[in-house]
């Protein structure tokens, strides 16, 4: 549980990001609280560097269609990593698990099947206020995290790639 008032999304230093690529999806359900996380996201990216150019946005109606848009992404264009954002409201059936299941399955599948990282900026909350506050509001902004996160995680994964091609490259002379 977050403490009352506190703002998660405070960071101390965010990578460059600009030579990275990202894909955002986003579900119309909860419209207000999703463009909001939108804004989040693309400021974070802008602010770490990346080009407007390089932000390529789509929409899909729902949560449970995340994992979907997320992986039309990964199929279709050379984006370095995706974030989806969504905002799912606890109801009075049991919707609300089965969309988060769904879709938090989905991302985790897909993230390691493609081998590429996908930014989880989705909001499960009890209330439309307990959201809004999560969405630019008190308890800060999970769009910003979920940028931040993404931008880490290309970082790791072109430190990761490059360190395995020296450490081949060594293999390879040493053999020779
Ligand atoms: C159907 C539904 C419901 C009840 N609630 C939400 C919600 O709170 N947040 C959300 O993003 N989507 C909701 N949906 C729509 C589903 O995600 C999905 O779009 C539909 O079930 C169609 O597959």
Not at 74 to 97: K, M, P, S
Request: negative net charge; aromatic residues 8%.
């Amino acid at each position: 549980m977050s403490e009352k008032k506190k703002n998660l999304s405070q960071f101390n230093s965010v990578p460059p990001a600009d030579d990275m690529r990202f894909g955002i999806v986003v579900a119309e359900w909860n419209g207000e609280v999703t463009e909001a996380l939108l804004k989040g996201a693309v400021k974070t990216l802008r602010k770490a560097g990346c080009a407007e150019h390089n932000i390529l946005i789509k929409y899909v109606p729902g949560t449970f269609e995340l994992p979907l848009g997320a992986q039309f992404f990964a199929q279709y264009t050379d984006v370095d990593a995706v974030i989806v954002l969504g905002c799912v409201i606890q109801g009075e059936t049991r919707h609300f698990e089965y969309i988060c299941s769904g879709a938090t399955q989905g991302i985790v599948q897909l993230q390691i099947s493609w081998n590429m990282p996908i930014a989880f900026g989705v909001l499960t909350t009890d209330t439309m206020d307990q959201a809004l506050a999560r969405a630019g509001g008190e308890h800060g902004n999970k769009g910003d995290e979920a940028a931040v996160t993404a931008i880490n995680m290309v970082k790791l994964q072109n430190e990761m790639e490059q360190s395995a091609e020296n450490i081949n490259r060594e293999f390879t002379r040493n053999v020779n």
